[in-house]
């Protein structure tokens, strides 16, 4: 008699697997674990399901908006796992491509707006990236900064002269010596000689 509730139960446990479908409510992976449990609990009983025919199972329980996902997955190793989790990025995906159009004709909302809000801002950092939201702090001029300035070699000229002209002038206030007028303090950015007027 024993063997007889055994047999039954293993085919109950049997026909619910055949029948579990997931209907998009919850996630892929609730989904995955109410089937583990299924197959936790026909092991116990003494029916074991091998990975393939676990896999076969499980794929069959998906939903027709899977299948050509299903078709183009190939896993020789049947990792539920592994499909569950490829199958909730595509599924993201899908979604992102199906806001996306939606945005594009105006009727965008939902829970994936602010993830296609954040792709749009990345994209406006890109543009600052190649120069079109730069202005230089040399000339003000925006699409380049001061060290790649066109302008900016001869400014930069004209303010080491006047930077070095003021080093002058504190090095000979500070020796007080007509003398050490004609060379620059040490360390000076420029090699030519400097000339005193007396």
């Known amino acids: 008699m024993f063997g007889a509730k055994k047999h039954g139960l293993q085919s109950v446990l049997m026909t619910k697997l055949h029948l579990t479908k997931w209907d998009g409510s919850g996630t892929i992976h609730s989904h995955r674990d109410a089937m583990v449990n299924l197959r936790t609990e026909l092991a116990d009983a003494g029916t074991t399901i091998s990975d393939q025919s676990f896999h076969e199972h499980f794929t069959n329980s998906l939903p027709s908006s899977l299948d050509l996902f299903i078709t183009l997955y190939d896993d020789p190793a049947y990792d539920v796992d592994l499909l569950c989790d490829k199958s909730a990025k595509y ?18 909302d939902g829970p994936l707006a602010l993830f296609d809000q954040q792709a749009s801002s990345s994209s406006k950092r890109q543009g600052m990236r190649d120069g079109k939201h730069i202005t ?63």
């Open 91 to 108: 599924e993201m995906r899908h979604k992102l491509a199906d806001t996306k159009a939606g945005k594009a004709e105006g009727t965008s």
């Open 136 to 198: 230089c702090y040399g000339c003000g001029k925006k699409g380049h900064i001061k060290s790649k300035c066109p302008d900016g070699e001869n400014k930069d000229k004209t303010r080491n002269e006047k930077h070095e002209e003021k080093q002058v002038e504190r090095f000979n206030a500070a020796k007080g010596t007509e003398a050490n007028k004609q060379r620059p303090p040490t360390g000076s950015l420029s090699t030519r000689p400097y000339l005193t007027t007396h």
